[in-house]
C-alpha cells in the first residue's frame, strides 16, 4: 500500500529534550516536506526536501533540524524542544520535486512540550 | 501576498445542505488552487483541484468555484452528508517549483 508513514503518533516531552520524529515513504516520492497544523493558522512548511542531500527552510524552521539521506526517509529533529513547538506535525510527499502540486500526507504526530 | 485567508473558520450546516468555504489570495501568479479534506486523526487528503483556465469544476457532489477577477475561489458541497464533517484547507501554488501555501482551514460539521 503506497503511504507515508509517521513514528511516533503521539508524543509528551519535556523541554530541552531532543527529540526525532520520523517520516517514511514508499513511493519512490522525490519531494518532502513537513509542516505543522496549529488552529487557526492552518498549515505552515517547516522544511522541505527536493531529493536525496537537498533541503531547504520552509516558513517556520526555527528550533527544527531535518535530514535527507535516503529518498524514502526525511527526519524532523528538534534539539531542544519548548512548549511553543506543541503542535500536530505532518510529513507530506509528493512525486515530482519540480510539481509540488499534489501532496500525500502522513497521519500526523501529535507533540506536547512540558 | 503569499496569503490565502479561508473563511469561515467554522460550519455548521443541516443534512441535505449546501456547505460554501470561501478562500481570497493577492498573489496573480498563482495558477493552481486545490482543496484539500481533513478527518480528524488523518493526514489532510487532495479532495479537488482547479486551474485557473476554468471557472468552475464539479467532482460529484463538491464544485470549485473560480473568479479570477476577484481572486477569490470557493468549495461548494451539494447535498452535505455527515460524512462530509471534517476540517476543508484551501490552498495555492505558483507554478513550479513553487510551493502550496495554505489557508487557515474551515471546520464542517453536518447535522443528521
Known amino acids: 500500500e503506497a503511504q507515508v508513514t509517521q513514528n511516533p503518533r503521539y508524543l509528551i516531552t519535556v523541554t530541552g529534550k531532543k527529540l526525532t520524529v520520523t517520516c517514511s515513504q514508499n513511493m519512490n516520492h522525490e519531494y518532502m516536506s513537513w509542516y505543522r497544523q496549529d488552529p487557526g493558522l492552518g498549515l505552515r512548511q517547516i522544511y522541505y526536501?527536493?531529493?536525496?542531500?537537498?533541503?531547504d527552510k520552509g516558513d517556520v524552521p526555527e528550533g527544527y533540524k531535518v535530514s535527507r539521506k535516503e529518498k524514502r526517509n526525511f527526519p524532523l529533529i528538534l534539539e531542544s524542544p519548548s512548549p511553543n513547538q506543541t503542535s500536530l506535525y505532518f510529513c507530506?510527499?509528493?512525486?515530482?520535486?519540480?510539481?509540488?502540486?499534489?501532496?500525500?500526507f502522513g497521519p500526523g504526530t501529535r507533540l506536547l512540550v512540558l | 501576498q503569499q496569503q490565502v485567508k479561508q473563511s469561515p473558520q467554522s460550519l455548521i450546516v443541516q443534512k441535505g445542505g449546501i456547505s460554501i468555504i470561501n478562500c481570497a489570495y493577492e498573489?496573480?501568479?498563482?495558477?493552481?488552487f486545490p482543496w484539500y479534506q481533513q478527518f480528524p486523526g488523518k493526514g489532510p487528503a487532495l479532495l479537488i483541484a482547479i486551474r485557473p483556465d476554468v471557472s468552475e469544476k464539479k467532482e460529484g457532489r463538491f464544485t470549485i468555484s473560480f473568479n479570477k477577477s476577484a481572486k477569490q475561489f470557493s468549495l461548494h458541497i451539494m447535498d452535505s452528508q455527515p460524512g462530509d464533517s471534517a476540517t476543508y484547507f484551501c490552498?495555492?501554488?505558483?507554478?513550479?517549483?513553487?510551493?502550496?501555501?495554505f489557508g487557515t482551514g474551515t471546520r464542517l460539521q453536518v447535522f443528521p
Open positions: 507530506a510527499s509528493s512525486p515530482d520535486s519540480y510539481f509540488q502540486e499534489t501532496q500525500y
Open positions: 490552498a495555492a501554488s505558483a507554478p513550479p517549483p513553487d510551493k502550496l501555501i
Open positions: 526536501s527536493m531529493n536525496v542531500e537537498v533541503t
Open positions: 498573489n496573480t501568479a498563482f495558477d493552481y
